[in-house]
């Protein structure tokens, strides 16, 4: 069966959905005798609710509930479209300063020749100084297995070499056919 809204089952009511969504209660949902009001072009106090209410209506703004744990909850009297423009605003800002960390992945063979494993290294330098925490991993294929501690070594010396700028987060070890290890960034002192 469909669902119809406005029917007479007691069901969809738009205005009441609405309600329910919003974070802040706003006019007429704020139903505490009294309010804290605050805010630019009102004096700060306490004031029975219908009376803050009549202070919004005569402004043509809203009264929005800001801290509805405090005691009497505090209200803002504010054009709530705009208010919530900002916070998504400053929210976004916020989300776009912050770095979320990945993880790079290194790749090496038990016979990596040197000249590949400087190359490699230099590219984890690169990650962790960015912040980014680098996974090695030695893949054995075949017979290539029966030198383990040739790949030990290998991640050895690959943490030995980045030890300035990473930590290494537990020593080597095989999972499968693999042997890795995890370097994590230094904490960096601003200057």
Do not use: W
């Amino acid at each position: 069966m469909a669902f119809i809204p406005n029917q007479n089952r007691g069901g969809f009511n738009p205005r009441f959905r609405k309600e329910q969504q919003q974070e802040h209660r706003t006019n007429h949902m704020i139903r505490v005798p009294q309010v804290r009001l605050v805010g630019d072009n009102v004096t700060v106090g306490v004031y029975p609710t219908q009376e803050a209410l009549k202070m919004a209506q005569d402004q043509a703004l809203d009264l929005v509930e800001i801290s509805p744990t405090a005691d009497p909850p505090v209200c803002k009297i504010i054009d709530y479209n705009k208010f919530l423009y900002d916070k998504k605003k400053k929210e976004k800002e916020v989300k776009a300063n912050s770095k979320t960390s990945e993880v790079k992945e290194v790749r090496f063979t038990p016979n990596t020749d040197d000249h590949d494993f400087e190359f490699k290294t230099k590219h984890a330098e690169k990650f962790l100084q960015d912040g980014n925490k680098v996974k090695a991993h030695v893949q054995f294929k075949g017979r290539a297995i029966m030198f383990k501690e040739r790949g030990e070594l290998l991640l050895l010396k690959f943490a030995d070499r980045l030890k300035d700028i990473g930590a290494l987060e537990g020593m080597p070890k095989m999972e499968g056919k693999r042997m890795q290890v995890m370097l994590a960034p230094k904490s960096q002192k601003k200057k």
